[in-house]
């Protein structure tokens, strides 16, 4: 067995931690300590890929035969499609937006439903948040609403909970939502889906102090929220309409009229940011007319397949494309697809071209964003000989600048 | 009026914003075949894809087919007429000043959305967010009148600032969301939160509502003069208004509570 590999970071969900070791054995990874369920199954059984082959309709060919079909089904379509882009680093966002701009494709970076409201109710009435450094160190009271941390951050709570802060010794765990978690919650407030935006607004009107008729649940809950001296709110799946976080997002808002509090999400890396920096949108961002134009609806993938909008797809990896509806997953498959993915990675999708790609933190280095904003880098694990998505999708973008003109 | 017939159904995005009847009203048939539109990401002339015929002089457009995945028409329009034979997409009439769109068949997602005047007719349904806000801007729709015969979806006169907007169907959820002020006319069901964040403005439904916002409250029994000048409006529109009788008293609730508390909704006395 060879040397353990120490401070690898894991970029399995959102909190990216960079405390994993890992011990390789006849080219694979076969332990991970101090990783987390998601984590270990992410790593373990990964080997550097080197034998990955790329495939034309199913059939192994050379990785410059997959870029020239790739390139000739994007220059051939009207209105294609990337998307993807989930666990994706910078260079490879940078490379994929290039390539959007260059062919006036629509780019939508695979979002679950809840990140893109958030996204939309941020840009509405803005956010007070913090960074997981803050959680840890001074919130008193943690509340997840919408959201089962364990199952979906499963290190959450030992890296920045269960550890004692700087300014706060204990602090008490609170959950909303319509099923109770399975790990430990102090106090649990179950309410529908349904009754969310009711349920906020409520609570928005008590800590303003208007009468407002509600239920005992709901007057405890806004009096635990004003007594906090610094409450931290994750919010997840359950809160996925844009009014239900707008109206959070208030609610935090007029709580730190009289005390401290910060809405956070609980979801994966945050990859909007480039896209954000350099286009101007956070995703849904058509470049069709030359410009960048923005439509959170219109050219979301969901919308765009669903109405048989466009011609041709370009995945970057097919992790996430279960954020998109059973309707637009059935027309994915009547379209030419283009899939850039990591071997390892399982997907039914029968696409026409294939590449294997590296994975940041596994096969290549990579800066990503954490759920939080912190941007960390990853290290590699293997010296892979893969190529990373950002030279594939830099390859495709000179082909297609060269047979368009 | 010029005649613009869709050659053959395409589902990839259409861009005709720049199909205006002002600025077609000066040119020849055969300038406008030559006008350029998207189709998808490529540039062509209109003359490919719709078949171009009649006399633009009058400031009159019909659009004939089917323009589900159109976009903009009559966006930005500041005068003349537009019929769409068909369905029309989304964005119609967007940000439009003034004149007329008539549309026979559906229209899809921001209808009239924030148009500063003229009148929108839809035979058929439409879509979310009909005279509202586009993402990021304070206010939606601030004149003019929107008329849908058939349903529409969410958001329906969301961030609305000023005008009218009169459904003849069912509305879906967010009635009036964040509305500033103007009216917004529901003969059928109203979707749960109406009115939800609402500061002013008014929501008359022709009926009962259920689950009012706990952040409404009741304000009082009345025949409002206001109702009766909105009903006349409408009927002198063409609108049906039997549902609206505004001789009747109607409950009005006032809220909503977490914004000024200025916004109604009236409902039937029933």
């Known amino acids: ?405 | 009026m010029l005649s613009l017939a869709l050659l053959s159904r395409t589902t990839l995005p259409l861009e005709l914003s720049e199909i205006q009847p002002d600025t077609l009203r000066e040119l020849s048939l055969r300038e406008i075949e030559q006008l350029f539109i998207y189709h998808g990401r490529e540039k062509l002339p209109l003359a490919e894809l719709f078949s171009v015929n009649g006399n633009p002089s009058d400031e009159q457009i019909e659009f004939v087919g089917d323009l589900s995945s159109a976009s903009g028409i009559g966006a930005e329009m500041t005068g003349g007429k537009i019929r769409v034979v068909g369905n029309a997409g989304n964005y119609v009439g967007l940000g439009m000043f003034s004149g007329e769109i008539e549309v026979t068949g559906d229209a899809s997602y921001s209808l009239g959305s924030e148009m500063r005047g003229g009148v929108i007719r839809v035979a058929g349904s439409a879509s979310d967010c009909v005279g509202g806000a586009q993402l990021g801007s304070v206010r939606g729709m601030t004149g003019g009148a929107i008329f849908v015969q058939g349903s529409v979806g969410d958001f329906v006169g969301a961030r609305m600032r000023r005008g009218l907007i009169a459904v003849g169907g069912d509305v879906g959820e967010y009635a009036g969301y964040k509305m500033l002020a103007g009216t917004v006319v529901i003969s059928g069901k109203c979707g749960s939160h109406a009115g939800a964040s609402m500061n002013r403005g008014t929501l008359w439904m022709g009926q009962a509502i259920k689950n009012l916002l706990p952040t409404f409250s009741y304000a009082c029994t009345s025949r409002p003069a206001v109702l009766g000048m909105i009903a006349r409006e409408l009927s002198s529109l063409g609108f049906d208004t039997a549902g609206f009788d505004a001789l009747h008293e109607w409950r009005q609730y006032s809220g909503d509570s977490t914004m000024t508390g200025r916004g109604e909704i009236f409902v039937p006395l029933t």
Not at chain 1, 160 to 167: A, I, M, S, T
Not at chain 1, 206 to 218: I, K, N, Q, Y
Not at chain 1, 311 to 321: K, N
């Open chain 1, 1 to 405: 067995m060879s040397e353990p590999i120490n401070n690898v970071a894991c970029a399995a969900c959102g909190l990216i931690c960079e405390n994993i070791t890992v011990r390789v054995d006849n080219g694979k990874i076969i332990a991970a300590e101090n990783a987390c369920s998601k984590c270990a199954a992410k790593l373990i059984g990964q080997s550097a890929g080197n034998t990955a082959k790329a495939t034309i309709s199913g059939k192994p060919c050379s990785v410059d035969e997959a870029v020239a079909q790739a390139i000739a089904i994007l220059a051939e379509s009207r209105s294609p499609l990337i998307y993807g882009l989930a666990g994706s680093d910078i260079a490879t966002q940078r490379a994929a937006i290039a390539l959007a701009d260059r062919l006036g494709a629509t780019l939508d970076p695979a979002l679950p439903a809840f990140h893109r409201a958030a996204i939309q109710a941020i840009q509405a009435v803005g956010i007070s948040t913090c960074t997981l450094g803050e959680v840890k160190q001074r919130a008193d009271v943690v509340v997840f609403w919408g959201c089962d941390p364990d199952a979906t951050h499963p290190a959450l709570r030992e890296r920045f909970l269960d550890v004692p802060g700087e300014h706060v010794k204990s602090r008490q765990i609170l959950a909303i939502g319509s099923q109770r978690p399975a790990a430990h919650i102090d106090e649990f407030f179950q309410w529908p889906v349904e009754q969310q935006y009711t349920s906020i607004s409520t609570l928005r009107a008590l800590v303003a102090g208007r009468e407002v008729s509600c239920t005992p649940d709901l007057q405890a809950l806004a009096e635990l929220l004003k007594s906090a001296n610094y409450s931290v709110i994750f919010f997840g799946p359950e809160l996925s309409g844009v009014p239900e976080l707008e109206a959070l997002f208030q609610l935090v808002r007029q709580l730190n009229s009289q005390t401290r509090c910060a809405a956070l999400g609980l979801g994966g890396t945050q990859i909007e940011n480039v896209l954000t920096w350099q286009s101007g949108y956070p995703f849904a961002v058509n470049f069709a007319l030359g410009y960048p134009r923005y439509g959170p609806h219109t050219f979301s993938a969901n919308y765009l397949l669903e109405h048989g909008q466009v011609d041709s797809v370009l995945l970057v990896g097919s992790e996430g494309s279960e954020h998109l509806s059973a309707a637009a997953q059935k027309q994915l498959e009547k379209l030419p697809v283009i899939l850039l993915d990591n071997a390892s990675q399982k997907c039914e999708l029968k696409p026409v071209v294939k590449i294997p790609t590296a994975v940041p933190g596994i096969h290549c280095a990579g800066t990503v964003f954490r759920m939080d904003g912190v941007p960390l880098r990853l290290p590699a694990i293997f010296d892979s000989e893969l190529l990373s998505a950002a030279d594939v999708l830099s390859a495709i973008q000179q082909g297609v600048l060269t047979s368009c003109g």
